[in-house]
C-alpha cells in the first residue's frame, strides 16, 4: 500500500515535469519549424553533450544544475561556431550543421570515456545524458521546471505577434524598427533553456523529437500561427503525459524512447490526416 | 520643390564592397517615381539602405527633417514578394492586420478597428473576397494586392514598394497603378523599383537611374532618354 503511494508520487511528479517540457518545446518548436530552423535544434542538443561532461570533469560531482548550465553553454558555444561558419566559409549551412552537431557528440562521447577511465565514483549515471533518465528527478526539479516553463510561455504570448511578423516577413519586420538581433537571440536563448530542462528526461539525441514532431504535427491541423503554437503545445503535452504512463506502467521501458515514439506517431497520424492546404 | 526624402552621402557597403557610393537626392514630395537600373545596380539596396534595413550604410538621411526613427510610423514599406515565407500558417485578413503593427508598438494586440480597417483595404484591392484564405494559395497577383493593402493600412506619407509588378497579372499590374496614382493625388510620395522600361513613361513622374551611383535623376520628360538609359544599363566597371 506505502509503496502504491510512493509510487504514484513520483509518478505525479515526473508526469508534471514531462507534460511541462512537453508543453514549452512543443511551443518553442513550432518556432523553429516554422523558421524553417528544426535541424538547429538538433543541433543545439547534441551539442550540449560535452558540455554536460566537461562540466563533470571541473566540478567532479554530479550537481546537476551546473551540469545543465555547461549544457546550455555548449549549445551556445556551437551555434556560434556554425554562424561563423556559415559567415567565414563556403560549406553550405545543412553542411555545416551536421559537422558541428556530430563534432561536438563525438567530442561528449570521448570524454565521457576518459570520465570513465578515471574511476570517480560520481560517474555512474552521466551516460543517462545520451537517453534520458528520470530516476533521479525530485520535487523540487519539478518546481523549477514549473516556473522556467510558465515564463517561457509567458515571453512567447508576449511576444507573439511580434514573433509573427519576424518569421513571416523579417524586411518589413525591419522597416517597422523592430530588431531582428533581439527576436534571433530570445528564441535561441529560449530554445537552450528547454534543451536544457529536456535533456534529463529525454536525452541529447532524442531531444530533437519532442522539439520539432508537435510542430509538425500542428501545422496539419492550422492555418493560423497562434493556434499552430497552442496545438503544438498541447501535443507535445499530452506525448510526454501519454509516454510517463505508459513506462509507468511497464517498467522496463524508459521514458525517453516513449515520449518520443508518442510524439512521432502524433506527427505521422497527423500528416496522413492532414486538414488543412 | 518640397523634398520628401533628403540624402546626402549616402554609401552603402556589403561585405566591404561597395554597393552604392555617394548618393546625393532630395526626392520631392508627391510625385511617383521610378527606380530603375540594371540587375545588381543596386536598387533595392538604395531602397534597404534608406529604410535603415540595409546597415553599413554613411551618409545623411532626412525625412522632412526627421531621422528615420522619428519618421518610420509614417513609412511603408512593401519588400519583394519571394523574400517572404509564403507557406507560413496566416490568412489574408491577417497579412494586411499587420500593417498596423508598427503604429499598435510593442505588445499592443490588433483589436476590431485594426480588423475592420483591414477589410476597408482588402476592398480597395479588389481581395475583400479571400478574406481567410491561406496566403499559400494565392496566385503571385492576388498576394501582390494582399501586399498593397498592407501598405495602405500603414496609413503612411512615404510608400516603398520593391519589384511590385514582377510576375503580376496585366490586371492586377494596372489595379496597382490606379492605387498609387490615387495615393499621388493625396500628395502622398510613392518610390517604385522597377524593371520594365516600356512602361516608365506611362507610370511615373520622376525617375532616379541608378548603376552603383545615380547617373540620373529628374522628371521623366527631361531625363528619359537614349543616353541616359545607355549610360544606366552599359556601362562597363
Known sequence: ?277 | MESAISIKNLTISYDEKKILSNINIDIPKGKLIGIIGPNGGGKSTFIKGILDIVKNSSGNIKFQGEYYKEYLKKIAYIPQRDTVDWDFPTTVLDVVIMGSYGRLGLFKRPKRKEKEMAILMLKKVGMEKYLNRQISQLSGGEKQRVFIARALMQKSEIYFMDEPFQGVDIKTEKAIIKILKTLKEKNKTVLVVHHNLETVKEYFDYLVMINRKIIAKGEIADVFNKENIKKTFYRDY
Request: glycine share 10%.
Open chain 1, 1 to 277: 500500500m506505502g509503496k502504491l503511494i510512493l509510487n504514484n508520487y513520483i509518478l505525479i511528479v515526473i508526469m508534471v515535469g514531462t507534460t511541462l517540457i512537453g508543453i514549452v518545446s512543443g511551443i518553442l518548436g513550432s518556432i523553429i519549424t516554422l523558421r524553417k530552423e528544426a535541424l538547429i535544434g538538433n543541433a543545439l542538443a547534441h551539442a550540449s553533450f560535452p558540455g554536460v561532461m566537461l562540466s563533470f570533469m571541473i566540478i567532479k560531482t554530479k550537481n546537476i544544475e551546473l551540469l545543465l548550465i555547461g549544457a546550455g553553454c555548449f549549445s551556445i558555444i556551437s551555434l556560434v561556431i556554425i554562424k561563423i561558419i556559415k559567415k567565414y566559409s563556403k560549406i553550405k549551412y545543412d553542411s555545416a550543421l551536421a559537422l558541428v552537431l556530430s563534432g561536438f557528440f563525438g567530442l561528449g562521447q570521448v570524454l565521457l570515456s576518459i570520465i570513465q577511465n578515471t574511476g570517480n565514483s560520481n560517474q555512474a549515471g552521466l551516460k543517462k545524458f545520451i537517453f534520458g533518465e528520470v530516476a533521479t528527478i525530485l520535487s523540487s526539479d519539478i518546481q523549477i521546471i514549473s516556473i522556467i516553463s510558465i515564463t517561457i510561455i509567458l515571453i512567447v504570448v508576449l511576444f507573439r505577434k511580434e514573433i509573427k511578423l519576424f518569421i513571416f516577413d523579417k524586411e518589413f519586420y525591419k522597416s517597422l524598427g523592430f530588431s531582428c538581433e533581439f527576436l534571433d537571440n530570445l528564441i535561441i536563448l529560449l530554445t537552450v533553456i528547454v534543451i536544457m530542462m529536456g535533456i534529463r528526461f529525454v536525452g541529447v539525441i532524442l531531444m530533437t523529437s519532442i522539439l520539432i514532431a508537435p510542430g509538425i504535427a500542428a501545422r496539419q491541423w492550422s492555418n493560423s500561427f497562434y493556434k499552430n503554437l497552442v496545438l503544438s503545445g498541447l501535443f507535445g503535452g499530452l506525448a510526454g503525459f501519454v509516454g510517463t504512463f505508459i513506462s509507468f506502467k511497464n517498467s522496463d521501458l524508459s521514458i525517453g524512447p516513449i515520449i518520443v515514439v508518442v510524439v512521432s506517431l502524433i506527427a505521422i497520424i497527423s500528416v496522413f490526416l492532414k486538414k488543412v492546404k
